[in-house]
């Protein structure tokens, strides 16, 4: 399933709406049609590296646990990465996370994500999860962990088992392989634009407008002068309009 | 484009009771000058399969009277014990019972009846029995018989010569045999889409309840046997 991600900080949730998914909610047929594909609104990726839904971790000898329910792409890289078979502290947690956000925002692949960390920080991280649950989380749909997690056990980390329940609001933010809605709007409509144009957004008239695969512009990393979004197939890797 | 093969993978649910509402377009509001033909409302139905029985004259064998089913199809397509030289007797109708009930048992736990798995099933009742030629069985008329094909051999239907030399259907002429729709659907958005967050995937989610017994109720082919996977 491919999953929509934000490749820039300065879009709030529900604020670009892709409406060129078919059919749209405003005109399916709840009795007999399709279910509705779009619209879908980017949101932005929630990270709570700081803050109330930050992770709380109390050290208790060689037992790590987060003590208080947290939201969000560090406690997600809390509960599946491991540094040399021991769990991240909260700074590592939060580097890595932010790692992973500024690799989405330049829309490279993610399918080899335990090679790039290791590379990136030189030392020895381990990530195995399904790289579904990371795009999930990349995509807006909200992940939470229950307070009380324990995250290393006697020095060693206890990576979480990931369930519905880890994503417990219904957001469905995955377009479904085989729909040709997302395939033409990717190819040639909305989908299309946020993928590969350099728009402005609020009054930030600043920035360089223009469209990337024609006429060189390349996006700064992690910025706002990118594309609004990149899409990604379930295995992690990059879809663009070339490729449909 | 291609194709699905919608199955009922449990005994309790009656031909008919069950319907696909959500794919696209609907007869009861697609207009016929623009829309493309429709593809639901698609009711469920259960696989045919009545015990096939032949009647020996000398090495000829015939089937007995009129049958409908996966047996049927089977004992009139695939090769049953090798002669040497290239020939075949054709199966027993022992066999094909036994091999078109282990069939359903595995469309029944949503496994996959590619070209391989029939042969396997098939050659675990008779060991020289296979997909390959002179068989002339096809991965696609097992699953439309899955899905509730009709497929009829008449009485008299010669399925062993005088020689005692198997004599299947000549694979041009399978589709004589059949009567009605062979119920395939074009895997098109809206299938796609039942399947990921629709209908289907309801059916499919062991979760479906009907008349209070919690479980999957299709599975959901593509046209090689291989099981088709909304989530991919």
């Not at chain 1, 619209?39 to 646990?65: F, H, M």
């Not at chain 2, 675990?124 to 439309?144: F, H, K």
Request: net charge negative; aromatic share 8%.
């Amino acid at each position: 399933m491919p999953y929509i991600v934000v490749r820039r900080s300065d879009i709030p949730a529900g604020a670009v709406q892709i409406t060129d998914l078919y059919f749209n909610k405003s005109q399916a047929r709840v009795h007999n049609g399709p279910v509705p594909q779009g619209p879908i609104y980017l949101r932005p990726i929630e990270i709570n590296g700081t803050g109330r839904l930050a992770p709380k971790l109390q050290t208790v000898g060689g037992d790590i646990t987060i003590t208080n329910q947290t939201t969000g792409l560090v406690a997600y890289v809390l509960t599946q990465v491991d540094n040399n078979l021991e769990a991240l502290t909260l700074a590592q947690a939060l580097d890595v996370a932010n790692f992973i956000v500024a690799k989405a925002y330049a829309a490279d692949d993610l399918n080899n994500l335990q090679a790039n960390l290791q590379a990136e920080f030189g030392v020895n991280y381990h990530y195995s999860d399904d790289i579904e649950n990371l795009l999930k989380i990349l995509s807006g749909e909200k992940f939470v962990v229950s307070a009380n997690t324990p995250i290393q056990d006697g020095g060693a980390h206890t990576p979480l088992l990931i369930s519905n329940s880890n994503f417990p609001v219904p957001g469905d933010r995955r377009l479904v392989t085989g729909d040709t809605a997302w395939e033409e709007s990717l190819a040639s409509g909305q989908l299309y634009k946020f993928t590969n144009t350099i728009t402005s957004y609020f009054s930030d008239l600043s920035i360089n407008l223009g469209e990337v695969n024609l006429n060189g512009v390349v996006p700064a990393a992690n910025g706002n002068e990118n594309p609004y979004a990149v899409v990604y197939l379930n295995d992690g890797t990059v879809i663009t309009s070339a490729d449909i | 484009m291609s194709q699905v093969y919608i199955t009922v993978t449990r005994t309790d649910i009656p031909n008919g009771v069950l319907q696909i509402r959500d794919l696209y377009p609907n007869p009861s509001d697609f207009n016929a000058v623009i829309d493309p033909y429709p593809q639901g409302p698609f009711y469920l139905s259960q696989p045919e399969n009545n015990s096939v029985a032949t009647t020996a004259d000398g090495d000829k064998r015939t089937i007995t009277s009129t049958v409908s089913g996966l047996a049927a199809y089977l004992i009139a397509t695939l090769r049953g014990n090798d002669l040497g030289g290239g020939d075949y007797e054709a199966l027993t109708a022992s066999e094909a019972n036994t091999i078109a009930t282990n069939l359903v048992s595995r469309m029944r736990n949503s496994l996959a009846l590619q070209a391989a798995n029939i042969t396997d099933i098939a050659d675990n009742t008779q060991a020289d029995s296979s997909v390959a030629a002179p068989s002339t069985t096809r991965v696609a008329d097992i699953l439309a018989i899955m899905t509730g094909a009709i497929f009829t051999l008449p009485a008299g239907h010669q399925v062993q010569d005088t020689n005692g030399v198997f004599s299947p259907i000549a694979a041009i002429d399978i589709d004589d045999f059949f009567t009605g729709e062979k119920n395939n659907r074009v895997l098109a958005s809206d299938i796609a889409v039942s399947a990921a967050k629709g209908a289907l995937s309801v059916m499919l989610s062991d979760n479906f309840n009907y008349k209070g017994t919690a479980n999957n109720c299709v599975a959901i082919y593509n046209s090689d046997g291989s099981v088709y996977d909304p989530n991919a």
